[in-house]
Structure formats: C-alpha cells, structure tokens
T-cell receptor
C-alpha cells in the first residue's frame, strides 16, 4: 500500500524566515494535495499538483512535485505567525481518482513573532 | 466555493448515549462524502465512504454498527456514534468533493467528541 512520509515532523521558525516541508511517497503520485490544519479544526485546501515537475504558488507558499512524481515540497517564504498550523500532504492512491486519500503524518509549524 | 459545513463543532455526551454529527456540502452536490477520525498528534484515518442513496463502505477495522452513516441527500451525510464509550472520544472530520475533474476534497471543520 502507498505511504506518505513527511519531514520534518515539527518546525519552529522565527518570523520572516523561509522554510520547506517535504512529502515523500512510496509509489508514484497521481495527484498530490497540500492542506493546512489549524489545531482542533478542519483542513484547508492549499494546492494540488498532478504533473511531474509542476510548481504552483499562492501568496507566499510554493509547492513543487518532482519529475518522478514521488516527492513534493512546500516552501513558505518570509513566514508569518498566521502560517502556524499543521501541514498535511495527501494523495489519491488510485489513478482514476477514488478520493480515498491517504495522508502524510503532518508537519507542525510554529512561527515565533 | 466548495464549502463543507460540519455540526456540531463540539459535543460532550455520557457513556451509553448516541451522538449524531452532520456534514453538509453548502454550495455543491456530493454523491460521495468521507468520514475520518483523527487521534491527537496523528494524521487522518479514513473510517468510511458515504454514498448517497446506498450503504456506506467501511474501512477495515471500523465497526459499522457502532458508526452509523446515512447519506440522505446529495448535500447531507450524518455519522451517528451509537452507545458511545470514552474510547470513542476523538476528533471526527468529514470531506466531500463536487466530483469534477481536478477537484480536490474539501473538509468540514471537524467535531470534537468527548464521552464521559
């Protein structure tokens, strides 16, 4: 079965610093989704990547999917306290789109003001 | 667009009682919704797939008689935790998708269930 591993598990950065979160899959990814979860709340959709080498940006967050489609990274530029939360990568294990996502273990981000 | 509403956000109940959690897609129709459970500091665990007009599909190890799922309409799925026990205390989250190509899952805000 497919597994997603995220690193680091937790991260504490000073406001204004850049950071990167990685998500590695044991199998080829047909779709990779990044979500943010605030503590005790639901998941907020950030970005979706599907093509090898694809890169997307939204405000100060950039996500990339490598050419082999087995690793993705999420980069935050000039972090702010509002970026704090849990970042989860998710993937649909089915090529045809089952929506039965599997999720990474999550990365807990704390941004110090 | 693609807003999923979950209610209640928090519920405390006594052991032995049942609790119903609602999941609504507010601005789209969802023939399929998903229910997850999240343990502290862990990722989401898929419990079941809720199918409109038919029986839910449960993941291995999830008791279907304990966690009753009803998908009465294209915009509403409910999860009922029956005869709740303290070990059922957890964070439950639902998700849904319009089902269109390239459309990701959208999640509700979750329900914190505490069974005393």
């Amino acid at each position: 079965s497919q597994e997603l591993e995220q690193s680091p598990q937790s991260l504490i950065v000073q406001e204004g610093k850049n950071l990167t979160i990685n998500c590695t899959s044991s199998k080829t990814l047909y779709g990779l989704y990044w979500y943010k979860q605030k503590y005790g709340e639901g998941l907020i959709f950030l970005m979706m990547l599907q093509k090898g080498g694809e890169e997307k940006s939204h405000e100060k967050i950039t996500a990339k999917l490598d050419e082999k489609k087995q690793q993705s990274s999420l980069h935050i530029t000039a972090s702010q306290p509002s970026h704090a939360g849990i970042y989860l990568c998710g993937a649909d294990p089915g090529a045809s789109g089952t929506y039965k996502y599997i999720f990474g273990t999550g990365t807990r981000l704390k941004v110090l003001a | 667009g693609a807003v999923v509403s979950q209610h209640p956000s928090r519920v405390i109940c006594k052991s032995g009682t049942s609790v119903k959690i609602e999941c609504r897609s507010l601005d789209f129709q969802a023939t399929t919704m998903f229910w997850y459970r999240q343990f502290p500091k862990q990722s989401l665990m898929l419990m079941a797939t809720s199918n409109e007009g038919s029986k839910a599909t449960y993941e291995q190890g999830v008791e279907k008689d304990k966690f009753l799922i009803n998908h009465a309409s294209l915009t509403l799925s409910t999860l009922t935790v029956t005869s709740a026990h303290p070990e059922d205390s957890s964070f439950y989250i639902c998700s849904a998708t319009p089902g269109k190509w390239n459309s990701p899952l959208h999640f509700g805000n979750g329900t914190r269930l505490t069974v005393t």
